[in-house]
């Protein structure tokens, strides 16, 4: 008799149930028949064969006679003397390197028969009462929901930090091996050229898949009308989850942010900080060095990518939606001004507490002046030179510069232009609300600012006599005017 091949770690029965004879395992699924001979299985089917074949048998008693005996042969069969045991043969058989073989080729085979008998269940199970398939699914889920789950989450997180306080890094090194093994063996260079290769497929297949679904439009109606679930769904998870910590006394709730403030590493936070930043300014340089001098690359690179998008803009189509967007922004700050006018408590509150947010920004800026008005002179001097100096004076006066040669190019087109504007603006604005202003303005609070004007105004009069007194420039004839129109006012008043 020849002794079977000694396998370590397996009992001596699955042993020999490893022994393979390749006329045994031909058929269509020799891992399934495998799998179906261990003995988990085989008591699985034992348990269940008799009620199923009860359940199959005709009305009658000789049906269910004949039904009986057949579940009896059938568990009889299933047994096997070793089965008190209580060996564990269905985890031992993956060990198998010939079963893997065969469970590789009969897994397709295994994977189908599966979603047939579940599509069959549903099916099934679609034409039940719906009180039926309460109490089923009821008592599916009373089953599974043991806690076993929650017991081995538990355990194994136990496990792991048993194991990370004797070793943190532990599961970094034990990985690091088959890690390294995995990066070896992919050649990333093959899954760039797949993905590269894969655009047109994947534009093609989302084109197939709206055509097909925009034949049925009312199912695509179907499907957008998720949505409002959807947002519904959310709203009411954050709703409720606000709810439950609005039930949480101040100082508690205050406590829970604030210990959450303090359990963030700073220092990760200003690591990453610098490192953005660093990889901007590189990314600025390395742009500098690329290109020409003077003209960095990284400009030049995104004008022409945003000019083949701006060339194949349609500008009507883009207007009009910015005129939309911006059409639909007033509609809603209309609706809100509305609701907000059309509740006496809020619009009196945006009254008074609307300053409260001016004041907390001048208070802000209030601060920072604080600080430099508490630096010595020295240093503020030198930090605000440097500060306008920074300033391009130059582009600013470019700025100054092209804006009135815009100006005077429209006023030389157009002449009648700004004296059309004017007359709209002088027509259109309340000249008697205008005067009574300006007379409330400087008969009462005016005279508060009388002495700042008497010490802007002198000094700003005697400027304005030095600029229009004669001079020997291209302004004289200018001046002179000006000097005239003065000479009659003053004239005028001593006749």
Known sequence: MTKPDSRPGLPVGAQRRFDHNPAATEGKNPALAEILQTREVRQALRNILPDLL??????????????????????????????????????????????????G????????????????????????????????????IANISTGHTGGIITQACRIINDIHKEDPEFFARALEPGFKKWVESVDFGEIREMVDNSAQEGRALITMANNVLWQYPSKVVLLLSLLPSLVNLLTDAIDISAGKLNELAPDMLTDVILSFAREINSGSVAGVVNQLTEIIRKIHTGSALLGEPGAPQLPKVLSNLME????????????????????????????????????????????????????????????????????????????????????????????????????????????????????????????????????????????????????????????????????????????????????????????
């Open 308 to 495: 083949a998008i701006i060339d194949r803009t349609d500008p009507i189509t883009l207007w009009k939606a910015k005129i939309a967007i911006a059409e639909t922004n007033a509609a809603i700050g209309q609706a809100v001004a509305a609701s907000v006018n059309s509740r006496p408590d809020h619009k009196h509150l945006s009254m008074i507490m609307g300053p409260e947010l001016t004041n907390i920004r001048l208070r802000s800026l209030n601060q920072r002046l604080c600080a430099w008005e508490s630096v010595d002179d020295a240093e503020m001097a030198e930090s605000f030179a440097q500060h306008l100096a920074a300033y391009d004076l130059q582009e600013l006066a470019e700025v100054a510069n092209n804006a009135l040669r815009i100006i005077n190019r429209l006023a030389d087109e157009q002449p009648a232009l700004f004296t059309e504007l004017a007359g709209q603006m002088a027509n259109a604005v309340d000249v008697d609300a205008l005067a009574e202003t300006a007379k409330r303005f400087f008969n009462g609070a005016g005279n508060e600012f009388k002495p700042a004007a008497r010490a802007v105004v002198p000094g700003l009069v005697t400027w304005i006599s030095d600029v229009i007194k004669p001079a020997d420039d291209e302004y004289e004839d200018d001046a002179a005017r000006a000097r005239l129109a003065l000479r009659s006012l003053f004239a005028a008043e001593e006749v």
């Open 54 to 103: 009860n359940a199959l048998a005709a009305d009658g008693t000789f049906g269910k006679f004949i039904m009986k005996l057949a579940g009896n042969y059938l568990t009889r069969q299933l047994s096997r003397p070793r089965d008190i045991f209580k060996e564990k043969e269905l985890p031992n058989l993956f060990n198998n390197p010939q079963f893997i073989k065969n469970l």
């Open 105 to 140: 080729e009969s897994l397709p085979d295994i994977i189908n028969g599966l979603f047939d008998m579940i599509a069959a269940m549903a099916r099934t199970l679609a034409d039940m009462p719906a009180a039926e398939k309460k109490q089923i699914f009821g008592d599916i």
